[in-house]
């Protein structure tokens, strides 16, 4: 059931969720399917609900630093990293304290922790009037694009859910950044909300991904080459509409039977129906309009969706990440059992 988020209805949503339901909250970046950390069973109902396999962790949500600290340990690159940016689109793999209170099955049995203090009010109040943290990873079913108002979210998931507060369409659109602090070198493991310049504005350079990939202006060559080891999460399909995307569609004309995902002021032609993510060229606005529009088209029976090329600075990482997963889930799938492979044996040592 979808409500609007005021007051009544967060603490109606808090209740649930210390009583281990499952409720979809907003943030900054998507919409989360919610429930308490701490509580093994709810956390293992989240799991159910998306079709998610369980060795892909969860993200787990504090309202603040201080008790984000209580559950991972926090070195000097990580505190001024949550100092800068949080609340915010950067979620940090930590290791986990010793008496952290996180169910073990939030993070898929890892000694890791990936936590985030978001930028949501709602989000925030939430989690204050709980007080617990919320584990909660975007409220979709399992390999389906990320929900960014609360109709997709009852569109996936509906009747799974207890409650769905809605508060409106989410201002960054693509999920937070995840960044690896857990051994000495940082590894970006998802481009996100927060740039990865942002990133290394307070904790220097990173290490490099493709060669070329930054400086790509047409976006897909240099990062589709990349063979960074990834996130457990990234492993199948990921952020993928039904119907095939055809990236880089710049010079040629849009086929018949395609829809367009234009990207600028100058779509090729031949065009039946457009969406344009967006038309001044401005990165932020293409992330916010991203799977609203990949959903909008998918779903309008066309053969395949061609998509413009879009400039690979700033959030064009994050967002050409999510359309190369979309249009080649089967590269996702490859890079992500290959990082599973190196995570399972490093922490068997
Ligand atoms: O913006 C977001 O991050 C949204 C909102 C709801 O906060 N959440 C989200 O969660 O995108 P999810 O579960 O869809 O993505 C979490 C990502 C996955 O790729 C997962 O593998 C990775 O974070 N992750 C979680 N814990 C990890 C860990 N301990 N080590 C490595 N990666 C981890
Ligand atoms: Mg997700």
Redesign the pocket.
């Known amino acids: 059931m979808i409500v609007p988020a005021n007051p009544k209805t967060i603490a109606q949503a808090a209740a649930l969720i210390r009583d281990g339901k499952l409720v979809a909250f907003p943030?900054e970046?998507?919409?989360?399917l919610g429930a308490d950390a701490t509580n093994g069973e709810a956390v293992a109902a989240i799991f159910a609900a998306k079709g998610r396999p369980r060795f892909?962790?969860?993200?787990v949500?504090f309202s603040d630093t201080d008790s984000a600290a209580l559950a991972a340990r926090f070195d000097e690159r990580a505190q001024r990293l949550a100092k800068r940016f949080w609340p915010g689109?950067l979620?940090l793999?930590l290791p986990r304290s010793e008496d952290c209170p996180v169910s073990r099955l939030a993070?898929?049995g890892?000694d890791?922790?990936?936590v985030?203090v978001?930028g949501h009010e709602t989000a925030l109040a939430l989690l204050t009037e709980t007080g617990r943290p919320l584990a909660?990873?975007?409220?979709n079913i399992s390999g389906a694009v990320?929900p960014t108002t609360a109709a997709h979210v009852e569109t996936g998931l509906g009747p799974k859910i207890a409650l769905i507060l809605d508060d409106g369409p989410c201002r960054i659109g693509v999920?937070?950044t995840?960044l690896?602090l857990s051994e000495e070198t940082p590894q970006l493991?998802?481009p996100?909300?927060v740039t990865r310049a942002e990133i290394e504005s307070v904790i220097g350079k990173l290490p490099s991904e493709a060669p070329g990939a930054e400086s790509d202006e047409a976006g897909f060559g240099g990062a589709a080459a990349t063979e960074k080891p990834r996130?457990?999460?990234?492993a199948g399909r990921h952020y993928a509409p039904s119907v095939p995307l055809r990236l880089n569609a710049a010079a040629g004309p849009v086929r018949a039977d395609e829809a367009l995902l234009a990207f600028g002021a100058n779509p090729p032609p031949g065009y039946k129906t457009m969406l344009n993510l967006s038309a001044a060229g401005d990165l932020a606005e293409a992330a916010a309009n991203l799977f609203a529009m990949l959903r909008k088209l998918d779903t309008g029976g066309f053969g395949s969706i061609a998509v413009m090329p879009i400039p690979g600075n700033g959030l064009g990482e994050a967002i050409n990440d999510r359309l190369r997963r979309a249009a080649d889930p089967a590269l996702a799938a490859t890079a992500g059992n290959r990082q599973i492979e190196s995570r399972s044996s490093r922490q068997a040592q």
């Open positions: 943030t970046t998507v919409y989360g892909n962790p969860l993200i949500h689109a979620t793999v993070c898929a890892l890791t922790i990936a985030r978001p909660a990873p975007s409220a990320s999920e937070s995840v690896d493991l998802r996100g909300g996130s457990p999460g990234l």
